[in-house]
Every structure is written in C-alpha cells, then in structure tokens.
C-alpha cells in the first residue's frame, strides 16, 4: 500500500495590527509560531502594521501607526489602509492561509481578512482578557464594528479560557483553547548567569515597570522580609523598563533596599532564559489584563525557578493544577508570606520547580503548532471542497 501523501507546503500571512517591535507576548506568539512554521518547510510571511525592524525575512509593513494606551499596555493601532492596495498585494502573494491575532482592527486586519481571496483560509488567535471594565465596554462596541471580518473566519481559538471567555461576552464567539506557546527546549537548555551562580538565594521580576505588572508589590512585600534573620541572604532582580522606574527606585532607595534590590533594566530575548535559570523563584504580581500568562511557562521551562503568579484571571488558567503559587495581587503581605515560605522550604522549592519543567512540555511550540498546523489544513480542505 502507497504511503499517503505528504500535506504540502503553505503559504502563511501572519497578521498584526501593530508592530513587531515590542516583546510583548502576542508578538512572542507570532515570532515563535511564525519560525516554528518555518522550520517545518512553509512560506511565512507577518503582515504587520508600522514596525523598525529589518531583520525578520517576508516582513510586510502595511499602514503606518498611532501611539495608544489601552488595557493597561503601551501599544499601537494601524492608520487606514487602502483597499485596492492591499487587495492587490493578497493577490500577488496567494496566500494558502491568513492567520489574523484578535482582537484585530478595522482599518488594518479587517480589510486585509474582507480583502483576500475566497479560497484563501482566515484562521484567528484570541489574545486578550480585559483589565478594567472600560475594556470589556470597549471590546463589545469594537465587536459590532468587526461583524463584517468575524463572519469570513473559518476557526477562531482562544490563548487561553480566560480569553475565550471575553470572546465569547464582547464578540459573541465561541472559541476552543489552543494554548500560547514556548520553545521548551530554548529554556529548558539556558544556563545560569555566572554573576548569580553563587550562595545567595534570587528573586526575579521581569516585566514592564507599569502599574498593572505589580513590581511596586513585590517590593513592598521584599521590605517586610529585608532583615529577617529567618530566612537566606537574598537578592531582587527587577528585570525590564518603563514609567514606574524612578518611583520604584525611590521606593528602594527610602525603605533601605538599595544592597538587596538590583534594577536590571530591559533584558533582550536573548538574555532572558538565562536570567530565568538564573533564578530561585521568579513573581509575576500582574493585577489583571493577562489573558495568558507566557512568562509563566518560560520560567518554569527553566527548571530552576520556583514561578509565583498574581491571581488574575489568565494568570490562574495557568497555574490551574498548583493554585497554592498563586497569590492576591492587591496584598503584599499575602506576598511575603508566600515569599518566606519557599524561601524556606528547599523540598518545596524542588518540588515546584521539578512539577513545572514538566507541566510546560505541553505547551512547547512543537506539540501546540502541530495542532495548529491541523487546523489550517482542515480549514483550508473545507474551504476548497466548498
């Protein structure tokens, strides 16, 4: 009997409405899928609104960009993009599948998705969970101004239940969950920094220094531990940038921290799964608007840390099986606490950290995007035979 046929290559356009810039996490999810789909043989193409980056081949620059605050993050939104232009670069390209991040928005991935071709598969990724409830306002009315686009997807899954449930209440879509994604094995490999291999026990944040990431918490909850004679000499790493930086440094500088606490500052891709081995236990105080939690899985994927997460809605989807590492995000004496417990307790500590670089296999780009991958072909065979 004839071996079956081998599924051919696809042309994939990856759409973003903002740009590829930032490390935040959607542009991680499209990056990481984007190479993973490349290394199995395919055509990827990201069709991106404005972005400075000139080192990612196939990157299609397609509207120029706003500055915008929304959901507690520093983002961008598209200007308007002409439709005879884009029509007749979807047509130029042929691209097997367009795989649009949602929320998406009107005058940029609404038109590329209204724009493509009937036998051109559109597949969505529903990214967000609201952080406040001018958000979930904001996304019902930006729902009924994306009915046109919703109605051409042939499959739209959610990063998490979280997400699919604000899908489901401001877009009135109902989502499977197709987990965020990692490289596992890019983590898992990543060897301490040399500076930090020594006898004192490390604390990591790493984040944007904003409101909502909650490294003020976590530095309050340090100032209640600074001292203890109960527990191991310690460091705080705070890894990242942004407005709070000198508030934080303040707060640092007048509650006697400055020998424990050390800023950081923003740490490339590159440097970040060393940063992650690098560490005992890494806290994540996000309050709210994660509608996964990637960093999560990256610093368990280490197999060193110890991950503390903020309990909020995309944070404990997550952390589901192990609910004791989650902690109220509001509460910094919650936080201590928690602190000082797997600071002293190392069979604790090695438990969590031997049941997380386990847990997050699953989410290893090689098993979520052949998943993915499964869906384009179905959605594209179905589309075809239609």
Excluded at 86 to 95: G, R
Excluded at 294 to 320: C, F, K, T, W
Aim: one cysteine or more.
């Amino acid at each position: 009997m004839a071996a079956p046929a081998k599924p051919k290559p696809l042309k994939v356009g990856l759409v973003l409405d903002s740009g590829l810039d930032k490390p935040d996490g959607v542009q991680q999810y499209v990056l990481a899928v984007g190479e993973w789909l490349r290394d199995q043989g395919h055509d990827v193409h990201y069709l991106v609104g404005q972005t400075r980056r000139r080192d990612i081949e196939n990157l299609h620059s397609l509207s120029r960009s706003v500055k915008v605050r929304f959901n507690g993050n520093d983002g961008s939104i598209p200007l308007f993009a002409r439709k005879a232009k884009l029509k007749a670069f979807l047509a130029a390209e042929k691209f097997d599948v367009l795989h649009v991040q949602v929320p998406h928005h009107p005058l940029l991935a609404q038109r590329i998705i209204l724009a493509a071709d009937d036998g051109t598969a559109v597949i969505g990724t529903f990214h967000i969970a609201p952080y406040s409830k001018l958000v979930t306002v904001a996304n019902r009315a930006l729902g009924v101004w994306l009915k046109p686009s919703l109605r051409r997807f042939d499959k739209i899954v959610s990063v998490s239940s979280a997400a699919a449930d604000f899908a489901r209440q401001t877009f009135g879509i109902k989502t499977e969950v197709l987990p965020n994604v990692i490289d596992y094995g890019r983590f898992h490999a990543a060897k301490p920094l040399a500076e930090y291999e020594d006898d004192v026990f490390t604390i990591l944040f790493l984040g944007r220094l904003v409101p909502r990431k909650g490294c003020q918490l976590l530095l309050e909850a340090v100032a209640r531990l600074n001292g203890s004679g109960d527990l191991p000499k310690f460091r705080v790493l705070v890894c990242g940038r942004g407005p709070l930086e000198a508030k934080l440094r303040r707060f640092a500088d007048e509650h006697g921290l400055n020998s424990t606490v050390n800023f950081v500052g923003f740490v490339s891709e590159a440097d970040k799964p060393r940063y992650y081995a690098s560490a005992d236990i890494a806290v994540f105080p996000s309050s709210g608007g994660e509608s996964f939690g990637i960093v999560l899985l990256e610093a368990m994927a280490s197999g060193r840390a110890v991950v503390l997460a903020g309990d909020n809605p995309g944070y404990s989807s997550v952390m589901a099986p192990q609910p004791d590492l989650l902690f109220d995000a509001k509460d910094s004496d919650a936080l201590a606490e928690k602190l000082a417990y797997y600071m002293g307790s190392k069979s604790r500590r090695q438990q969590m950290q031997t049941w997380g670089a386990d847990y997050v296999k699953q989410f290893d780009v090689n098993t979520v995007g052949t998943k993915l991958l499964n869906i384009y072909y179905q959605a594209l065979r179905k589309r075809r035979e239609a």
